[in-house]
């Protein structure tokens, strides 16, 4: 069975810190790995990695896939009150004709003022 | 562009009561299609995928049901809810570059 485990499983910070957020998993067909962030409602996409050691990047995120630990990092840097959200990581298993998501229980990030 | 549009946002229902909810996606021709359902403080379980009209599988035995009656919808069903039925529910499609789902407002179920 597709097991992801992320750590922490929640986070407090203040404003300009800069956090690591970590997600292992196990999958067999191991597809890609994808990071989302959800607020209130729908989890909005991030990132999707798929080959280790190329780190992908928007503002003040960033992210990098090591596929040989089996792991992932999520990096924020200089956190603002907005990025308070709860952060999924999902890794896809290739079986079949569709592309299943099996999701981490997510690490709930508050940033204080 | 593509959308996503589910409905309702919130949702208040008896134990033994019929369920419905819906899913519709905008700009998108065969889409595949999912619901997940999102208990507090857990992760998304993925609960019935669909790939096209009419085809279903599911993920988890349990009390719902899904359909897929034309390309771009996709319904969640119950047609006796349980308490255990509570949570938020997620519909999802899949998008280019594939593997990337794209998720709609989801519907917070309670069931009394």
């Known amino acids: 069975e597709d097991k992801v485990v992320q750590s922490p499983l929640s986070l407090v910070v203040h404003e300009g810190d800069t956090v690591t957020l970590n997600c292992s998993y196990e999958?067999?067909?191991?597809?890609?790995l994808l990071w989302y962030k959800q607020e209130k409602k729908a989890p909005t996409f991030l990132f999707m990695l798929?080959?280790?050691?190329i780190e992908k990047k928007s503002g003040r995120l960033s992210s990098i896939l090591d596929k040989k630990e089996l792991f992932s990092i999520l990096n924020i840097t200089a956190t603002q009150t907005g990025d308070s959200a709860v952060y999924l990581c999902?890794?896809?298993?290739?079986?079949?004709?569709?592309?299943?998501?099996?999701f981490g229980k997510g690490t709930l990030l508050t940033v204080n003022p | 562009s593509q959308t996503i549009h589910q409905w309702p946002a919130t949702l208040v229902q008896p134990v033994g009561s019929p369920l419905s909810l819906e899913c519709t996606v905008e700009?998108?021709?065969?889409?595949?299609l999912y619901w997940y359902r999102q208990a507090a403080g857990r992760g998304l379980q993925l609960l019935f995928y669909?790939?096209?009209?009419?085809?279903i599988s599911s993920e988890v035995p349990q009390n719902l049901s899904a359909s897929r009656p034309q390309d771009r919808q996709f319904i969640l069903s119950s047609k006796k809810l349980l308490l255990s039925d509570s949570g938020f529910y997620l519909c999802?499609?899949?998008?280019?570059?594939?593997?990337?789902?794209?998720f709609g407002a989801g519907t917070r179920l309670s069931v009394l």
């Open positions: 999958v067999t067909n191991f597809r890609s």
């Open positions: 669909s790939v096209g009209i009419g085809q």
């Open positions: 798929t080959s280790s050691g």
């Open positions: 700009g998108t021709s065969n889409p595949n």
């Open positions: 999902a890794v896809c298993n290739s079986g079949g004709s569709n592309y299943k998501l099996t």
């Open positions: 999802a499609w899949e998008g280019a570059p594939r593997n990337i789902q794209y």
